[in-house]
């Protein structure tokens, strides 16, 4: 009991529900690995006394935590209730003096921010935290509309380099809100990837990537580039890479994408700036900072020392050693290359939003939040104090996945973040809303826990550790509030009690897919949830990155790939009878014509005619639903069994369709003419 209660104080869980009415005991091993890497030991009897009463001394010495939030137009908050009456809280550094005297009536709310809070006792007793001042809910769509889900890099045009760049997603959002009224572009994470090394691949996954605070170049239109002009055109070299992807069968090579891209970068890098992008950049510098730098750093020593920190010398492990500080100034030439390709890539991601919003987008970008980074790369390196070293992000066991989920992405420490203000959260999302218009935060339900699992066991001797859930919403609200941007949660899957219930409070809008809304027992029957029952607060969908197209679904080609690669979960006959189940729904209201079962275009346009009777106040679309792609852009379970994240959309047959074929495609117009007002 002893052990659980050290565990309980530092949110480090001694057991979980896999599902209704079932507990599991998580194992002594893995929370004492837990609390080790929060830095407490707990791998002695005695060591556990002595972290309690370490701790109980630290909480006794305390007058405040080290982050305290307060709601905007909300209730007192609970944590003044226990300072003494007379309490004086006063904020540093605010343009409007704000102070609060507790039991001294209602107070004014403090400016919307995060701030430096200090508390007076009548005693003379002083305290310091970070007040976190935000509002209660997240902005909202101010209307209901619809908008394409798209995997940038599958989406290539006759002028990409291989694969899809920022110039086609900005051109997709043009032509799709100009001809059918789409309100956004949800696209995949487009962090910064860990670079290719001797001997090893870029990793192609868009959710492990080296940094979530600095976009990947490799996105860039280098066309686009004013210094470009200036410099010997590799058409034809990029011709090749895209013909190979477009027109001889090949994957979409990021590795072979980026070495043309990044020659091409470094000859347009020698180029001068004219004094107006001078001014511009130096102006970027300023505002990132030393993010940047030791963002540009990592990129620079990677080059010299490979893609993984962890094989580094010893004095390169710590961003602020004398060692990393000469490799920075040995290095400088290339470490401002790094600054200038994020700043490159910020420009022509602000505008692609700002094409989306003058196409007539009410949203515009949706930009995806990856749930962690690679453990080797830039973010873990640069902020290694604040990442649980010798652990990593998964999912336990459940009935979707006996074996449970290893992520391979290390966790941030809570402690650490509330000593910080979360400062590393507020960043993050700072960067991701400049040219956002929402954000959608991959397993959203990390904000309250994630399941940590110790290094070199398997995930099901990991444990849930949790997080300052309020805190995190409230830094996530502040910043949503600050820049106008609206927030999605992917919250599929196993969810705590009381989660959704909290996002929704939150503004925070969650995610539902057709073929998972059923009224399961033992409340429901089994059957379909009716549209009119859908939640509001949502983007309505039928597939996302990890699921089958609709077609393969509808045709079954998902079951038999499944098969064949010895990863079915459900017999052709199973799935077969869902879908039958669904068609007989789609006919009885009318949403699919008499005879239509039998059509595959037909089939998939009423299942997006059932979504949007949905009260969703979002609606998305796949976009290889718009050609009838079979082919899933990520089968969980797999890696060099299938060419995962390196896929061009499709049609029917398998043949690439460049977004000029797309956008000329009577299928795609027929489509999305579902959602014609």
């Not at 908050?77 to 001294?104: F, I, K, N, Q, Y």
């Amino acid at each position: 009991m002893t052990l659980a209660r050290l565990a309980e104080l530092h949110g480090v869980a001694t057991s979980y529900s896999p599902a209704p009415g079932s507990t599991v005991r998580a194992t002594d091993t893995a929370v004492v690995a837990a609390l080790a890497a929060l830095g407490v030991a707990a791998d002695t009897p005695g060591a556990v006394q002595a972290a309690l009463a370490a701790h109980e001394a630290r909480t006794a010495a305390r007058l405040l935590p080290e982050t305290v939030v307060w709601w905007l137009d909300g209730p007192r908050p609970s944590w003044s209730a226990g300072l003494p009456a007379g309490t004086r809280l006063s904020l540093a550094g605010t343009a409007a003096p704000w102070e609060h005297v507790v039991g001294d009536g209602e107070a004014a709310d403090p400016p919307p921010g995060v701030h430096a809070l200090t508390a007076r006792t009548p005693d003379g007793t002083t305290a310091t935290a970070h007040l976190i001042a935000a509002p209660r809910k997240a902005p909202l769509p101010p209307e209901r509309t619809h908008g394409l889900l798209v995997q940038l890099y599958s989406l290539l045009s006759e002028r990409s380099w291989g694969m899809g760049d920022l110039a086609d997603l900005a051109d997709l959002a043009s032509w799709s809100a100009r001809t059918h009224g789409t309100g956004f572009l949800q696209v995949n994470p487009l962090h910064a990837a860990v670079p290719s090394g001797p001997g090893s691949a870029l990793d192609p996954s868009p959710y492990r990537p080296s940094s979530r605070r600095f976009p990947d170049p490799v996105h860039l239109r280098v066309e686009d580039v004013p210094e470009y002009a200036y410099v010997p055109s590799r058409a034809g070299d990029a011709a090749r890479l895209r013909d190979a992807v477009l027109r001889e069968g090949g994957l979409i090579d990021r590795d072979a994408v980026w070495a043309l891209k990044r020659e091409a970068l470094e000859a347009l890098y020698a180029v001068p700036l004219s004094p107006g992008r001078r001014a511009a950049y130096r102006d970027f510098l300023a505002v990132q900072g030393t993010a940047l730098e030791d963002h540009a750093t990592y990129c620079a020593l990677a080059e010299r020392h490979g893609p993984d920190r962890h094989t580094w010398p010893a004095a390169l492990q710590d961003p602020r050693s004398p060692g990393t500080a000469r490799a920075r100034e040995e290095l400088a030439d290339r470490v401002d290359f790094h600054r200038r390709l994020a700043w490159l890539t910020d420009l022509q991601l602000t505008g692609a939003q700002r094409t989306a919003v003058d196409a007539g987008m009410p949203i515009g970008l949706v930009h995806d939040l990856a749930v962690g980074v690679h453990p080797g790369g830039a973010d873990a390196w640069a902020q290694r104090d604040v990442f649980a070293q010798g652990m990593s992000v998964g999912a336990p066991p459940d009935a979707f996945n006996a074996a449970g989920q290893d992520w391979g992405l290390p966790p941030w420490r809570p402690d650490r973040l509330a000593a910080t203000g979360y400062a590393p959260f507020r960043d993050l999302l700072r960067n991701l809303m400049r040219y956002a218009g929402a954000v959608r935060i991959d397993h959203v339900m990390g904000l309250f826990r994630l399941w940590w699992i110790p290094e070199g066991q398997a995930p099901t001797e990991g444990t849930y550790v949790h997080y300052d859930a309020e805190a995190m919403l409230a830094v996530l609200l502040l910043e949503a509030s600050l820049s106008g941007t609206y927030v999605i949660g992917e919250d599929l899957g196993t969810v705590e009690p009381g989660v959704r219930e909290r996002l929704r409070e939150a503004g925070v809008l969650g995610t539902s897919v057709l073929w998972f809304e059923r009224q399961y027992p033992p409340e429901g029957d089994g059957r379909p949830v009716p549209a009119e029952q859908w939640r509001t607060d949502c983007v309505a969908t039928a597939t996302t990155h990890d699921l089958p197209s609709t077609a393969a679904r509808l045709s079954g080609d998902d079951v038999r790939l499944r098969e064949r690669l010895a990863l079915s979960t459900a017999t052709p006959a199973e799935a077969a009878a869902e879908i039958s189940e669904w068609l007989d729904l789609f006919t009885r209201l009318g949403l699919l014509p008499p005879g239509g079962r039998d059509d595959e275009e037909e089939a998939v346009r009423a299942v997006h005619r059932f979504l949007r009777r949905t009260p969703a106040r979002l609606v998305g679309l796949w976009l290889p639903d718009l050609v009838g792609d079979r082919r899933p852009q990520n089968l969980p379970g797999t890696w060099a069994e299938y060419p995962n994240w390196r896929l061009p959309v499709a049609d029917a047959t398998g043949r690439p369709v460049t977004l000029e074929e797309l956008t000329a495609a009577p299928r795609a117009h027929a489509l999305l003419q579902v959602f014609a007002p």
